[in-house]
C-alpha cells in the first residue's frame, strides 16, 4: 500500500500504445479523435477537445471566454493550483469563495454572499470556477441559480469527477455550465499519463478552444481556390495538443471507467462503515449524484492530525492533504489573497486516505486500524 491513489494499467492498455507505436501516428492521429468522441458521449456532451494537461484545458477555457486584464475569476480555495492560475496566466485578478467544510465544495452560502457585496463594490467576476473536490459534484444547479442574475459564465473543474453523476447525468455534460475540463494525470480517475479535456455544448467555444490549442492555427479554407498546404494562423494559441499515444492509452482506459466507479463507492462505503461511532469524520456525500470517489477524505481533530498523518507514513500508509489552500501559496499571498473560515477549518483536520480500484478489503481494515490507534495515542 503504497500512495493515497495510484493508476491501474492492464494489458489491454499496453497493447493499445505498442499499437499506436507501431502505426503511422504519434502525435495527431485517429486515436485522440476517438478518445475525444468516446468522452463526448459517455459524458453525453455535443464537443471534446483533448489536450496536453487539464491545466491547459483550464487555461483554454478561460482564454475562450475571453478572461483577461482587468476581469476578475472565482474558484475554490481548497483545489490545486491549477484551478487558480488558468485565470493569472490570462492576466485575470483571482479571488476565492470559501467552501462547506463537510464536503470540501464550494459553499453556496459564502457564494451568495461575496456575490452581493461583489455586486456592490461592482467587482463581479466574469468566471467562476466550482471544483467537484473528491469526485463529489458541486451543487451546480444551485450555483447557477445564484449567478444567473449577473453575467457569470460557469467552467467545471471536473478534474476530480470522471465518471460521477449529478442529478442522474453524467459530470461533464454542462447542463449548468460552459464548459467543464477533465484531468487525466495518473491519479485522477483514468490516464493517458499526462492529458487533460474541454468539454462544452457551444460549437463557438469548442472551436476557438482547439484553436488556442493548437497555435491558433486552422487548416480549413475561407475560399475554395486557396492550395492544399494552406493553413492560417488566426490568434496567439498555445501547442496544447494531446499525443496520439496518450489519447490511445485513455481509450483503453475509458473502458474501465464504470467499473473502477463502482469499484471506489464500494471502497468508500466500506471504509465509512469502520469510520461510524469513531472520531473519524468522512466527507459528507450530500448532493443527489454519485461520487467518483476520486479521493478518499476525513477528517480528524485538528490538534491530533500532523501526528496521525506522521504515524501512518511512518507505517507505510500512503496519506496526504488535499489541498493546501491555494492562497497560502507565496505567489497568492503576495498578490494579497485572504484567510476564508472554512477552508481553513477544513484544512487543519483534513486526510486523505488510501482509495484505487486495487485496494482490498484487507488494506482498508489495516489503514482502519493505524488511523483509530493513532489517534488514541497521540
Ligand atoms: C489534477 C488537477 C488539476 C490539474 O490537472 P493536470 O492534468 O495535472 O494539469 C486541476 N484541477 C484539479 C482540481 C486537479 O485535481
Request: with cysteine.
Amino acid at each position: 500500500m503504497k500512495s493515497y491513489g495510484r493508476q491501474t494499467i492492464n494489458a489491454e492498455d499496453e497493447r493499445a500504445i505498442i499499437e499506436c507505436l507501431r502505426s503511422d501516428f504519434l502525435t495527431q492521429g485517429p486515436k485522440v479523435t476517438e478518445l475525444e468522441n468516446s468522452v463526448a458521449e459517455f459524458c453525453s456532451v455535443a464537443h471534446a477537445v483533448a489536450v496536453n494537461s487539464a491545466t491547459s484545458a483550464l487555461h483554454i477555457a478561460c482564454l475562450a471566454l475571453d478572461v483577461g486584464p482587468g476581469d476578475t475569476v472565482w474558484t475554490s480555495a481548497n483545489t490545486f493550483v491549477a484551478s487558480a492560475n488558468c485565470a493569472r496566466m490570462c492576466g485575470a485578478e483571482v479571488e476565492f469563495v470559501d467552501i462547506d467544510s463537510s464536503t470540501g465544495n464550494l459553499s453556496l452560502d459564502a457564494l451568495e454572499q461575496k456575490l452581493s457585496q461583489a455586486q456592490a463594490n461592482n467587482r463581479l467576476p466574469k468566471v467562476l470556477i466550482p471544483v467537484h473536490f473528491a469526485g463529489q459534484s458541486c451543487d451546480m444547479q444551485a450555483i447557477a441559480k445564484l449567478v444567473a442574475p449577473y453575467d457569470i459564465k460557469i467552467i467545471e473543474d471536473a478534474s476530480h469527477a470522471l465518471g460521477g453523476e449529478y442529478q442522474g447525468k453524467p459530470v461533464g455534460c454542462c447542463e449548468y455550465s460552459d464548459i467543464s475540463v477533465f484531468s487525466f494525470h495518473p491519479v485522477k480517475m483514468i490516464t493517458t499519463a499526462e492529458g487533460g479535456m474541454a468539454l462544452t455544448n457551444n460549437a463557438e467555444l469548442a472551436d476557438t478552444m482547439r484553436l488556442y490549442s493548437s497555435h491558433g492555427i486552422t487548416k480549413a479554407n475561407n475560399s475554395d481556390d486557396s492550395p492544399p498546404w494552406y493553413y492560417e494562423q488566426h490568434l496567439l494559441g498555445y501547442n496544447y495538443r494531446m499525443p496520439d499515444l496518450n489519447a490511445a492509452l485513455g481509450v483503453s482506459q475509458l473502458k474501465n471507467l464504470s467499473t473502477w466507479v463502482i469499484k471506489r463507492n464500494a471502497l468508500a462505503q466500506y471504509y465509512d462503515k469502520a469510520f461510524a461511532h469513531t472520531e473519524v469524520e468522512p466527507l459528507k456525500h450530500v448532493i443527489d449524484g454519485v461520487s467518483s470517489y476520486h479521493l478518499y477524505v476525513v477528517q480528524v481533530d485538528a490538534q491530533k492530525r500532523l501526528a496521525v498523518f506522521n504515524r501512518l507514513r511512518e507505517q507505510g500508509v500512503g496519506v496526504q492533504v488535499h489541498y493546501i489552500p491555494v492562497y497560502k501559496q507565496p505567489y497568492y499571498q503576495a498578490l494579497g489573497c485572504q484567510t476564508l473560515a472554512n477552508t481553513e477549518h477544513y484544512y487543519a483536520r483534513c486526510i486523505s486516505l488510501p482509495l484505487y480500484p486495487t485496494l482490498s478489503n484487507e488494506e482498508q481494515d489495516t489503514v482502519v486500524r493505524l488511523i483509530t490507534s493513532a489517534l488514541s495515542e497521540v
